[in-house]
Structures are given as structure tokens and as C-alpha cells.
């Protein structure tokens, strides 16, 4: 059987080999990399000199200089960026131009995630960072401050602490995004670290845009550059990152201007070729970087495969899918403040979706749109059986992540 790689490694520690997974010998199967996934990982000199050449920024010496608190915000376990790798940067220059561990604290950007544990942000930030700095988690309930009114004049909410603070810093990545076109930028604060029902109306409009649009041609991006021109100075660091979650390219400064910058390297370097065939029998596609966010995976093996198909969904993550407490479940057909009940869903392309993973669980079946199509399989061998009315001359794709790419 030909055997194909893929990562799983996401927040692993010591996990430095991919996943091998086989097919038949008689199917007809194409394999989708990205540009990104044959990069080797940027140096340290790479890093520390982007943040101290900032795009229409004041460097961080600048700001450490003339300030007193720093907070750093970070993303969660639902994004793929190594954040202990960049941290570690930023810390050296504020440290170094005036501000001590003891004014410096890290805010989880958590949206309406979850909350974080210590293993957690161990995984983000490393062990030194968590024994030695403040490391709080976003509260979208509470602890908010309010900056300005929306463009429907809804008020704009945003962590308390965070804007209490003079230096504010903001880690995270930029890849292919299915609401925003690409993700970073102001998205860490809006809805990183914004009130629920700030996010509630920003995300309630439904303005979207498509996967791997760079130009702003949607209400929900302009918003999000609006809101976030409201905090004031903010200096961000984008990445972008490969499938083994390798910084590769990175941006810093305005966190407008440089997230264009960033978005056109990832345009590049996270891009799908468009295959010939786009009505494969068969997809199977995996979700690394977007480690508990497997489900936006599924977006793009859906855009190759037949109506009907049946995709393979590879996420090996021992915590499960991420808590939402905007489109969350939180019950038999309730959930979140823009949960939809499962009968006013679009229906989904495929006709299972084979969920690989040695930790299933009821909770991620109900994160899809049709929880019934969804078949739990533990090992690969199980998927192979649940594969195996399909015949010879099946066709077939592998892509290698599906969370931080998209077909171009």
C-alpha cells in the first residue's frame, strides 16, 4: 500500500516524527502540500530582527523606554503559532530597555473559548515563561472596559487589564481564515480579548469572507481593523507557520500594516493547488496547527470532493475539540449565543465524515453540522474498514493540513 506523512504534533512534547497512514494500492490518489511544509523553520536572527525593524511602528525599545506595564497577549491551543519562540524575544527587549518581570504580564487571548490550565499554557509558553511571569486567561464575561460603540453602535468591550497597561503586545499567526480570509492581525483583540457581546454583533452580521482573501472586501474584517484602531498603540508580531508548526516567515509592527504583509506570505506559502479533479471519491484531510478547531478542516476537503464523499478527518488531540461560547453546543440542541439548532444547518457535502482519533468523545460529533455522519475511528485500521466499500479506481487527496490552507 503506498504510505503518505502527516503531522500530528501539535503541543507534543518530544513528538518529532508524522503520522503514516497507507491506502490501497488500486485507488488513484493525489497528495497536497503546501509551499510552507518544505520551509525550513526562520533562525532566532530572523525573529528578533523583525520585531526591532518594525513596520510603521516605534520598536519595542522605544515603547519599554517610555512606559511602565507590559502585557503580552497570546493565542490559545485552537492556533498553531510556538509562542514560547517569540516570547522569549520580546521579553529580552523590554527587560533590557527598562521593564522587569514583575510589569510585564501574558493575557490568553481565548475569544469565547475555553479557559486554559497551567499544562496549557506550558504547551504556549514553556515552563520558564509560566513560573516566572503573570499568565492570566481572558474572561469575555467580565473584567472588560468599554472604548467606543460599533458601526451599529453596540459597545466595544475589550479586557480591562489589557488596556490598563502602557506597552501592549500582541503573538499570534496569520493563515488561511473562513470568516476573515486570513486570520492575525487585530483578530487576537477582536475577538481575542473582546466582551462576548462585542463579538456576539461583530460575528452576528455574518459578513464574511472566503478562505485566502487578502484584500478587506468584508464587514467582518473592517470591523475588526476599526475596533482595534480604537485601542490606540499596539505592537504585533504575526507568524506564519508551517503543518509541523514551524515559524517560516514573520511580520511585526502595526498591527494593520504588518497583518497585509503577513497575509501575502502566507497567500504564497499556505496555498493549495487546485487539483484537476475536484470531485474526488474520497478526501482525506488533516488538522495540526488548528489543534481543538479540527472542524474548519473539513471546509477544505469539502471543496474537492463529489456530493456524496466521504472525508477523513486525521486530529489526534487528547484534549478534544475547544469549548465555544459563541457557536458551542451546551446541550441536545442549545448552546452558545449564535448556536444554530441542528435542523436550521446547512446540510454537509459529504456522506460520513470519518472522524480519526485515539480519543473520540459525543462532543466532537456535535460539532458538525450533521452529528449523525459523523463515524468516530480510533485506529487507522478502523478507517480503512469503514473505507473499504469503496472499490478499486477510487479516487482519493491527502492534504497535509487543512486548518492552515486553502486551494488557489
Not at 155 to 182: A, K, Q, T, W, Y
Request: hydrophobic share 35%.
Amino acid at each position: 500500500m503506498p504510505k503518505y506523512k502527516v503531522w500530528q504534533n501539535a503541543w507534543k512534547d518530544g513528538y518529532d516524527e508524522p503520522l503514516e497512514i497507507d491506502l490501497p494500492d488500486d485507488w488513484k490518489v493525489t497528495y497536497h502540500g503546501t509551499v510552507a511544509d518544505t520551509m525550513p523553520p526562520a533562525p532566532k536572527e530572523l525573529i528578533r530582527d523583525r520585531i526591532r525593524n518594525p513596520i510603521d511602528s516605534k520598536t519595542l525599545k522605544q515603547l519599554a523606554r517610555h512606559g511602565s506595564e507590559a502585557v503580552i497577549v497570546f493565542d490559545d491551543l485552537s492556533r498553531g503559532t510556538p509562542v514560547k519562540e517569540i516570547a522569549e524575544v520580546v521579553l529580552e527587549e523590554l527587560e533590557e530597555n527598562g521593564i522587569d518581570k514583575d510589569h510585564i504580564r501574558f493575557i490568553c487571548a481565548l475569544g469565547t473559548h475555553g479557559a486554559m490550565t497551567r499544562v496549557d499554557f506550558v504547551r504556549k509558553l514553556g515552563k520558564d515563561i509560566v513560573e516566572n511571569y503573570a499568565v492570566y486567561n481572558h474572561n469575555a464575561f467580565g473584567n472588560l472596559v468599554e472604548i467606543g460603540k460599533d458601526r451599529d453602535g453596540e459597545p466595544v468591550l475589550i479586557n480591562r487589564e489589557f488596556m490598563e497597561c502602557d506597552v501592549r503586545i500582541g503573538i499570534g499567526s496569520v493563515s488561511p481564515h473562513p470568516m476573515n480570509g486570513f486570520g492575525g492581525g487585530g483578530k487576537i483583540l477582536f475577538p481575542g480579548i473582546a466582551g462576548a457581546i462585542t463579538t456576539k454583533a461583530n460575528h452576528g452580521r455574518g459578513q464574511f469572507t472566503k478562505f485566502g482573501t487578502q484584500k478587506n472586501d468584508c464587514g467582518f474584517r473592517t470591523d475588526i481593523e476599526s475596533m482595534t484602531a480604537m485601542v490606540g498603540r499596539f505592537f504585533k508580531i504575526d507568524a506564519v507557520i508551517n503543518d509541523k508548526l514551524q515559524i517560516v516567515d514573520i511580520y511585526a509592527g502595526n498591527p494593520i500594516k504588518e497583518y497585509y504583509f503577513a497575509a501575502a506570505s502566507s497567500g504564497k506559502v499556505n496555498a493549495l493547488t487546485l487539483p484537476q479533479n475536484q470531485n474526488n471519491d474520497v478526501v482525506i484531510v488533516n488538522a495540526n496547527a488548528k489543534y481543538n478547531e479540527a472542524l474548519i478542516s473539513v471546509k477544505i476537503a469539502s471543496q474537492v470532493l463529489k456530493k456524496g464523499g466521504d472525508i477523513v478527518l486525521i486530529n489526534h488531540c487528547e484534549t478534544g475539540q475547544v469549548v465555544h461560547y459563541t457557536f458551542g453546543p451546551f446541550g441536545k440542541n442549545s448552546g452558545g449565543t449564535l448556536f444554530k439548532k441542528f435542523e436550521d444547518r446547512p446540510k454537509m457535502k459529504c456522506g460520513r465524515l470519518i472522524f480519526y482519533t485515539p480519543f473520540p468523545d459525543h462532543f466532537t460529533k456535535v460539532q458538525f453540522d450533521e452529528p449523525e455522519k459523523v463515524v468516530l475511528a480510533r485506529t487507522w485500521e478502523e478507517v480503512l474498514l469503514a473505507l473499504s466499500d469503496h472499490g478499486e479506481g477510487t479516487s482519493a487527496a491527502v492534504v497535509s493540513d487543512g486548518s492552515i490552507s486553502y486551494w488557489k
